[in-house]
């Protein structure tokens, strides 16, 4: 974490969610979060154990899930690791298929898998495009016609989809991402509205400027801080940042919420002031 993360006096850090949420706010669930081995999955998934729920965790590389299956399990909760491509539609059945066997249930999705990196969209190549937008868009598009069927089927549940804020007014440079992006919120829109009779709820995060390993890789190394003088935060987010909206979307507390848009930027989309 570079200093531009770190908590200031204007902008702490966000609590601890064991600060803020009962011990068993989660207690019964089974939840799924796509990309769970790395940045904002891991942890969302291991803030999930924390308040009782079991947890899987997919991505593509079981390296990355490993370790954070054992610590969900440390935690006193069953847990699942299994790869996944949320590319390919195939991949993405047997994931809910793995997850369903060992678990028993997926009461709350994640659709939290995603890819990045900067270019201007003259040099996009085709390819370059369909890894992106297929990861992003299409990736949370099988994971919930997948997950779906079983929530219909059992219920209802939490879908709760990673968006961002460069799907509004552009994406400069990662024009992919925010498209793939702007596309999530729509379906999750999309969703809430059709499936609200099985008792299935939607929602979007979109988080702003977060300083993950993904993120800075995708930047080419740290973020620049003049990035900072966009944002009414004085500080850039952190992954922690978004697990206390992910645990009220995932949770009883959010029953009458759905087809929502949710930005974690500190104020990156309020337009600042120029004195």
């Known amino acids: 974490m570079s200093d531009h993360s770190e908590p200031t006096d204007d902008w702490p850090a966000t609590p601890p969610s064991t600060d803020v949420f009962a011990d068993d706010l989660l207690e019964g669930e089974v939840c799924l979060v796509t990309g769970g081995g790395t ?18 965790v997919a991505s593509r590389d079981m390296d990355h899930l490993e370790p954070v299956a054992e610590a969900i399990e440390e935690k006193g909760v069953d847990a699942c690791a299994t790869t996944v491509d949320v590319r390919e539609e195939e991949a993405v059945d047997a994931m809910c298929d793995t997850v369903l066997d060992e678990l028993g249930d997926i009461s709350v999705l994640v659709n939290n898998a995603g890819a990045n990196f900067l270019t ?9 495009w369909r890894a992106v937008v297929g990861t992003i868009l299409d990736g949370t598009a099988y994971c919930t016609m997948s997950v779906g069927e079983h929530m219909r089927e059992s219920g209802g549940g939490s879908i709760i989809s990673m968006g961002a804020t460069n799907s509004v007014d552009g994406a400069p440079f990662h024009g992919h991402s925010g498209a793939g992006k702007a596309g999530v919120h729509n379906l999750m829109q999309t969703v809430a509205s059709e499936w609200a009779k099985y008792g299935i709820r939607a ?5 702003g400027i977060i300083e993950t390993e993904g993120v800075s ?6 973020l620049p801080p003049q990035l900072l003088d966009e944002m009414a935060a004085d500080r850039f987010g952190v992954a922690e ?12 507390a959010s029953a009458y919420v759905t087809g929502s848009y949710y930005a974690v930027d500190g104020g990156h989309l309020v337009r600042q002031s120029p004195y």
């Open 39 to 56: 940045g904002i999955g891991e942890s969302m998934a291991l803030a999930f154990a924390e308040h009782g729920a079991d947890v899987a």
């Open 203 to 207: 929602n979007t995060i979109a988080p």
């Open 120 to 128: 201007p969209f003259e040099d996009l190549s085709v390819n370059g």
């Open 217 to 222: 890789e995708a930047a080419g190394g740290a």
């Open 241 to 252: 940042d978004c697990v206390p909206l992910a645990l009220f979307l995932a949770s009883r």
